[in-house]
Nanobody, 125 residues
Framework: QVQLVESGGGLVQAGGSLRLSCAAS????????MGWFRQAPGKEREFVAG???????SYADGVKGRFTISRDNAKNTVYLHMGSLKPEDMAVYYC???????????????????WGQGTQVTVSS
């Protein structure tokens, strides 16, 4: 079973940028899809961005054009570049790996079998 460790969260002003990283170990990283999800206070966990094992990407409507997901298979790492941050983006962000090999979506929480501990992103106005 893969282990995931997120990093890069913190406090940023509205309009600023952050890059989150998720380092994976213990699995065949390149053969799985990876995803970023977030949970804001009082809300359910929601999909943010996903990247398939072939590096095709998908985004939630609210982050399209602002966030970019990428992966570096040589480093067993997936990234989430977040730009033009808004207060609405404030949440705990979780990295996850798909349950199945050679996965390309759909990207819902139920399709991911291992999760990181989460990293807090706070956006000030």
């Amino acid at each position: 079973q893969v282990q995931l460790v997120e990093s890069g969260g913190g406090l940023v002003q509205a309009g600023g940028s952050l890059r989150l990283s998720c380092a994976a170990s213990g699995g065949t990283f390149s053969k799985f899809a990876m995803g970023w999800f977030r949970q804001a206070p009082g809300k359910e966990r929601e999909f943010v961005a996903g990247i398939s094992w072939r590096s095709s990407t998908s985004y939630a409507d609210g982050v399209k054009g602002r966030f970019t997901i990428s992966r570096d298979n040589a480093k067993n790492t997936v990234y989430l570049h977040m730009g033009s941050l808004k207060p609405e983006d404030m949440a705990v962000y979780y990295c996850a790996v798909s349950t199945f090999l050679y996965y390309s979506g759909p990207y819902s929480s139920a399709d991911f079998g291992a999760w990181g501990q989460g990293t807090q992103v706070t956006v000030s106005s």
